[in-house]
């Protein structure tokens, strides 16, 4: 059963720092293009970042490039979104998810597996 379990959200000031992590169980998660997505309320959900199962080739969505890093431990079977910067804006449940394509990012109905997602909540 495929499994993905997402963990690092909380409350933080905005500036401030987060690593969120994707962790897979009952797959090889290396096998895969992994995506981190985001809900707001009342928004639709939205790619974030997404890497390549191959040769880690990258997508970050414009309203975080410069400030997220999307990253993979293989022998960990772990995903990390690292978020620096934040702000306000970036609060929302992010899920993480596996897909087609690194270039899919924007598709979110090309993605499976979700996990439950973790709550990120930038307010001073």
């Known amino acids: 059963q495929l499994q993905l379990v997402e963990s690092g959200g909380g409350l933080v000031q905005p500036g401030g720092s987060l690593r969120l992590s994707c962790a897979a169980s009952g797959f090889t998660l290396g096998y895969y293009a992994i995506g981190w997505f985001r809900q707001a309320p009342g928004k639709e959900r939205e790619g974030v970042s997404c890497?390549?199962?191959?040769?880690?080739?990258?997508y970050y969505a414009d309203s975080v490039k410069g400030r997220f890093t999307i990253s993979r431990d293989n022998a960990k079977n772990t995903v990390y979104l690292q978020m620096n910067s934040l702000k306000p804006e970036d609060t929302a449940v992010y899920y993480c998810?596996?897909?087609?394509?690194?270039?899919?990012?924007?598709?979110?109905?090309?993605?499976?597996?979700w996990g439950q997602g973790t709550q990120v909540t930038v307010s001073s």
């Open positions: 890497i390549s199962s191959s040769d880690n080739s990258t």
């Open positions: 998810a596996t897909g087609p394509s690194v270039w899919m990012c924007k598709y979110t109905t090309m993605w499976g597996s």
